[in-house]
């Protein structure tokens, strides 16, 4: 029997790291240097209160290398809710609240969040930021959602950008348009803003005071359009404006600032005044809900590598930074760990791991550590 059990603790052994190592890629260019992952299947660990997440839809790493999401608590499905019925009909379950913070391991750490006094929580949630002082930035993205929301860690309100209800299209200095995601300069004490499902435009603000700095649409331009757009292409010329959605913004070591035009399956690259510098197209041939849905940029020193969140291929994608080229894709769609439904952000920490969240029927966050 005790040779049967050990046998059957092997066998149990070589599964895991067949879970954890078994992921599925392609390699574009001869590259020794690219990163490598695998997937941790037991991150995070369950949730206490019989607590379900919803569709996750932010997710962040703060300065001591925890991991935060933000989920849909409205999200959760008819048949999770027979434990809120009275008499409860089932065991499961319960929404988590809608902001949770993380540790390495997986545990769970702060969670709060929902509709208060003096601020106006988001129908739709949708995007997460932690500055180097902790505060913790989020939005939505319902059609009513036209607001930023700025808290303490512990959940206290400090600040609010916006008002929900109302927008004023892609050239308003002081509402913003169900914004996807935003990104502190902490140096320059400013606020980029990927606005978002409704405007098309990146646009930055006081990061103290909420007041508006500058905005630009593709290109650089600097009055963006809320022209009707025709149907992506990939034969076709390029857009010369940003679809909808403007999904993320982020910041290079080097001063660059990386934008995500979703739909139009291309990262621009700009200086952070507006100027235009550059365009990467990715999975170009992506027609449906595009392929550049998030992006984060590797952490040895010249940030070689951009992983990017290929939503609607359910996949990963590391380019070159400079070039733009492909070298290695890997994931594909499925619920099993390390496989994806709708990659919709990344975060990446001190070490090099990942972290994704998923929309969609999707549901959950990952961890995908680095292999030295």
Known sequence: MRIKASMQAILSLFAVLALTFGLSGTTHAQDRNVPKFRVDALWPKPLPENWILGQVAGIAVDNDDNIWIIHRPGTQLDDEKGAL????ATKCC???????QFDQSGKLLRSWGGPGNGYDWPKNEHGIHIDKAGNVWLAGNDKDDHQILKFTKDGKFLMQIGKPKATAGSNSHDQLGRPAHM???DAAGELYVADGYQNRRVIVFDMKTGAYKRHWGAYGTKEATDEKLPAYSPKAILSKSFGNPV???RISNDGLVYVCDRTNDRIQVFKKDGTFVTEFRVEPETLQNGSVWDL??????????????????DQIVTIDRKSGKPVTTWGRGGRSAGQFIWVHNMAIDSRGNLFTAEVGYGRRAQK???VE
Not at 301 to 308: D, E, L
């Open 94 to 100: 319960k929404a988590a609240p809608p902001v949770l």
């Open 85 to 88: 019925q009275n008499p409860p």
């Open 296 to 313: 984060v940029l590797s952490r040895d020193a010249a940030q070689r590598y951009i992983f990017i969140a290929d939503g609607a291929n």
């Open 368 to 370: 995908f550590t680095k």
């Open 183 to 185: 990104l502190t300069d």
């Open 247 to 249: 999904h993320c913004v």
